[in-house]
């Protein structure tokens, strides 16, 4: 492993402790998480926090609240319910406001999609993409459609 690829990992570590913190408080997650937690309490508090299941394993891990081998073993069995790559009962995706009122605001002016893309030069798909499908759809009108 090179120097700039440990430097990378330090930061992301940092990074995902930040995003602990900031969205899994120690004080709250020990008050709502037991010692030795069983899956139900992680799917209770993960629920509380709105968090993916395999990040409030770590943070019970963390404090504190599951063993070395308690998590190994949480994190196997939230993998086999398939909870590392998706989640069953799913986290609303936010949605930024600003790109909803630009939109919007271009729907509203006729500006089309096939036009954001030309300007952009971002593919329709991409826009699609970038916007979570929430609120981009294809609209005939504006420059380039026809």
């Known amino acids: 492993m090179s120097e700039l690829d440990a430097g990378t990992r330090d930061i992301e570590k940092e990074a995902h402790e930040f995003a602990s913190n900031l969205l899994m408080p120690e004080r709250r997650v020990k008050a ?11 799917f209770k508090a993960k629920k509380y926090f709105g968090v993916a299941a395999m990040a409030m394993a770590y943070r019970a891990h963390a404090l504190g609240r599951l063993t070395d081998w308690e998590y190994r073993s949480m994190c196997s069995r939230l993998t086999s319910m398939g909870y590392r790559t998706a989640e069953s009962d799913g986290i609303d995706t936010e949605k930024s406001q600003v790109f909803g009122f630009v ?3 271009n729907r509203a002016k006729g500006i089309s999609v096939n036009t954001v893309s030309e300007e952009t030069g971002l593919t329709s798909r991409e826009l699609h993409d970038l916007s979570f499908g929430n609120f981009m759809t294809v609209t005939s009108g504006g420059a380039g459609d026809g």
């Open 32 to 42: 709502l998480v037991p010692h030795h937690a069983l899956i139900g309490d992680i």
């Open 103 to 105: 939109a919007s605001t």
